[in-house]
């Protein structure tokens, strides 16, 4: 059982309005990740980071930002929310070595 | 560049029937490959983990199997059940850039009562 947490798991939100999207593990996995999954669609990697203080862009540019202070929280803003920015976030981690990642349940965020 | 390909898109199946899940990828370079379960609108739920030394893995009603040289990995489902009714994703570690998993497109599977 995987303990990973993500909160909200449902966030509507007007344009324009700063949002921190929460993620936390219990694992003390080093590594984690953000992904950004529309419908249907297939998984983007937005963010990653392997460990704390360090971070690095996916290989979809997205305009959030993220922070790794503590291992076990990951946490994603968006300084200006906009309607391109609905969709579904997917944190995930990951131990060391070739080890399982895992994934949180979901924000799905609807920007109006 | 590592493409992971799933075949069938979608299938839809009689319950209690025995189905094979098909992933290839075109880079045997790799880690790992993880086979995950995605319900509509919630997070991915790992099934399997196989490591690129290993032929195969088991866990209850599934079984993962990986033919590295090959490219290939099947995720049989043995006698199918309306709740394994799911996206299945396939997803390979790369050993160029390890930081990231490749995600097969994903089978949506239907097992009808």
């Known amino acids: 059982e995987a303990d990973i947490y993500q909160t909200p798991r449902y966030l509507v939100i007007g344009t324009g309005k700063k949002i921190t999207l929460e993620c936390s593990q219990t694992?003390?996995?080093?590594?984690m990740y953000w992904y950004q999954q529309d419908p249907g669609m297939e998984l983007h990697l937005i963010h990653y980071s392997y460990g704390v203080n360090s971070t690095e862009k996916g290989d979809l540019s997205s305009e959030s930002t993220v922070s790794r202070i503590r291992t076990e929280h990951f946490p994603l803003t968006l300084e200006s929310a906009r309607p391109s920015h609905t969709s579904q976030y997917l944190c995930?981690?990951?131990?060391?070595?070739?080890?399982?990642?895992?994934f949180g349940p979901g924000t799905r965020l609807t920007v109006t | 560049k590592q493409e992971v390909t799933q075949i069938p898109a979608a299938l839809s199946v009689p319950e209690g029937e025995n189905l094979v899940l098909n992933c290839s990828f075109t880079?045997?370079?790799?880690?790992?490959l993880q086979w995950f379960r995605q319900d509509p609108g919630k997070g991915l739920t790992s099934l399997l983990l196989?490591?690129?030394?290993?032929r195969e893995q088991t866990s209850g009603r599934l079984n993962a199997s990986l033919d590295k040289s090959s490219g290939r990995s099947t995720l049989y489902i043995a006698a199918s059940q309306p709740g394994d009714s799911a996206t299945y994703l396939c997803a390979v570690r790369p050993m160029d850039s390890s930081y990231k998993l490749i995600f097969g497109s994903g089978t949506r599977l239907l097992v009808r009562p």
């Open positions: 196989i490591q690129s030394s290993q």
């Open positions: 694992m003390g996995h080093d590594k």
């Open positions: 880079d045997s370079a790799i880690y790992n």
């Open positions: 995930a981690s990951r131990g060391q070595g070739g080890s399982e990642q895992y």
